[in-house]
């Protein structure tokens, strides 16, 4: 089925549109004209919809429960009217009461709309607005659901590659939606487990926003006291704005919000989730990936997960044996860090962020599957204001390894699918990358087991490390500081104080 889609036009409002049953027969299905007309109660700040030649609708009839596709017409160029004809002629639509919901490939039953993971977008125009009409007669008007974020973006030499919604309603799988007081409503499908909390809208091409640029993405009528706005730009650098103090969006109406030159800036290196790491309140953001060797400087790996039987990934607290002082080599040559100053964790920060947040959530020892399908074990940390954003059925074991049968897979194991999920959604992954014992070894000791991380911390002439996982000369799961040879290659994850 070919994919269809709305455009929008300047004009005083969103109009709803009007079908109407005609005696003539296409095969067992009647066909149906359509014709929009506008009405105050759905106005779309200062825009309206029109019919694309192609454009697919499903209707329901009485005992048509798989629905039936109806192909548009339109009048005319650019035109508020169609004919909608019955794309299989053999079809039997049933007889009314109908429901309809635009575009097809949306309907999963009569009363259920499945919204995307990801919509679509060409140079940031809406190409899509779901729509669902329901009557006793062959008379429908079609009503939106959904709401529409109209997000005005202006960067001077900047590029956006991809826009993500974060909240923390659902914001995509099955809805029920139904029509209450002359309007449409959505209803989360309870019976379904497809739901996420986080959309993305992907663009066909970078998209400059030197001068401003109007993107469009439709979310489920609500209320969200989480919402966050991430924008990638061309390098895949992130950008966030978040609100926490509660946002309404209405059906059938715009939600404009404009982020400027001053606004917007991006951070080279980091991911988008805030930790706090002390009493005082301090937070920080974490790298995108565990320091490794890039040449004869150092960078963040590209992926969170990343961990590996080389070398690159595992340095020394500092190759002179004599210092006590942990090498600020790794920060300062940096090639996609930025010009930001990233640092090591102390053990206490460690400590007070995985115990002493006040949240629920804090960190669980969970498994993710990668891109290139293995899978690897390591501890999971929620970022401050977390809203879990898959299926309440997949939360793990909450601060804590869900290490009754002793073993990493005694919690979660996640998808790849599913970790991207929660990266979008702020979440940090320290890899259990194991350790290499001395500078000459070839083996990765303990890789998938055990996690080793230098603090810069220093005692009695060994750096110490944060140790997670299956800890050495026990069978049992935990977390501890672990003092080692400042020549020994651990892993560094760094963070940097948060904007």
Not at 216 to 240: E, G, H, R
Not at 459 to 466: L, Q, V
Request: proline share 3%; with cysteine; net charge neutral.
């Amino acid at each position: 089925m070919k994919k269809t889609s709305f455009y929008l036009i300047a004009l005083a409002s969103l109009s709803l549109i009007t079908v109407s049953c005609s005696k003539e027969k296409t095969g067992n299905a009647p066909q149906f004209t359509a014709a929009m007309s506008t009405d105050a109660k759905v106005a779309y700040d200062g825009t309206d919809l029109y019919w694309e030649a192609g454009d697919q609708v499903a209707i329901f009839g009485t005992g048509d429960a798989q629905g039936t596709a109806y192909t548009v017409t339109p009048a005319a160029a650019k035109s508020r009217n169609a004919t909608l004809d019955v794309t299989n002629p053999e079809s039997n639509l049933g007889d009314a009461p109908y429901t309809a919901i635009y575009p097809a490939d949306l309907a999963t039953a009569s009363n259920v709309m499945t919204l995307p993971k990801v919509q679509t977008s060409n140079g940031g125009a809406l190409v899509t607005l779901p729509l669902y009409a329901e009557s006793a007669t062959t008379a429908l008007q079609f009503y939106s659901p959904c709401s529409v974020l109209k997000l005005k973006l202006t960067k001077a030499n900047t590029s956006i590659s991809k826009i993500q919604i974060i909240a923390d309603q659902y914001l995509n799988g099955d809805f029920t939606v139904s029509m209450n007081e002359g309007a449409a409503a959505m209803a989360v499908n309870t019976a379904a487990s497809n739901h996420t909390k986080v959309t993305t809208l992907a663009l066909a091409n970078n998209v400059d926003i030197t001068s401003e640029h109007i993107f469009y993405i439709y979310l489920p009528a609500n209320t969200y006291n989480y919402f966050q706005v991430k924008l990638y730009d061309a390098d895949s650098n992130i950008f966030t704005r978040t609100t926490t103090s509660g946002i309404t969006f209405q059906a059938h109406k715009f939600h404009t919000l404009t982020l400027g030159e001053n606004t917007i800036n991006f951070h080279p290196g980091d991911l988008t989730g805030k930790f706090t790491i002390n009493s005082s309140g301090r937070k920080v953001s974490f790298s995108k990936g565990n320091v490794v060797k890039d040449g004869s400087n150092y960078k963040f790996a590209d992926y969170q997960y990343y961990a590996t039987t080389g070398f690159d990934d595992h340095l020394p607290w500092n190759s002179n044996g004599s210092a006590t002082t942990m090498s600020t080599a790794y920060a300062s040559n940096l090639t996609n860090g930025g010009t930001a100053t990233w640092f090591a964790l102390t053990y206490a920060q460690w400590n007070h962020m995985l115990n002493s947040r006040n949240m629920t959530m804090r960190w669980a020892g969970v498994s993710i599957t990668t891109h290139n399908n293995i899978t690897r074990h390591g501890l999971l940390i929620f970022p401050d204001n977390f809203s879990w954003p898959l299926e309440d059925n997949r939360k793990p074991t909450a601060n804590s390894f869900g290490n009754s049968g002793n073993s990493w897979n005694s919690n979660v194991t996640y998808s790849y699918e599913e970790w991207r999920t929660l990266e979008d959604a702020g979440c940090v992954f320290l890899p259990a990358a194991g350790r290499r014992l001395t500078q000459e070894s070839t083996t990765i000791n303990r890789l998938n087991n055990t996690g080793y991380y230098w603090t810069p911390d220093y005692n009695h002439g060994r750096g110490i490390s944060f140790c997670f996982g299956l800890l050495e000369g026990s069978t049992s799961y935990g977390r501890k500081s672990f003092g080692l040879s400042t020549t020994d290659p651990l892993t560094i994850r760094f963070v940097k104080d948060a904007q």
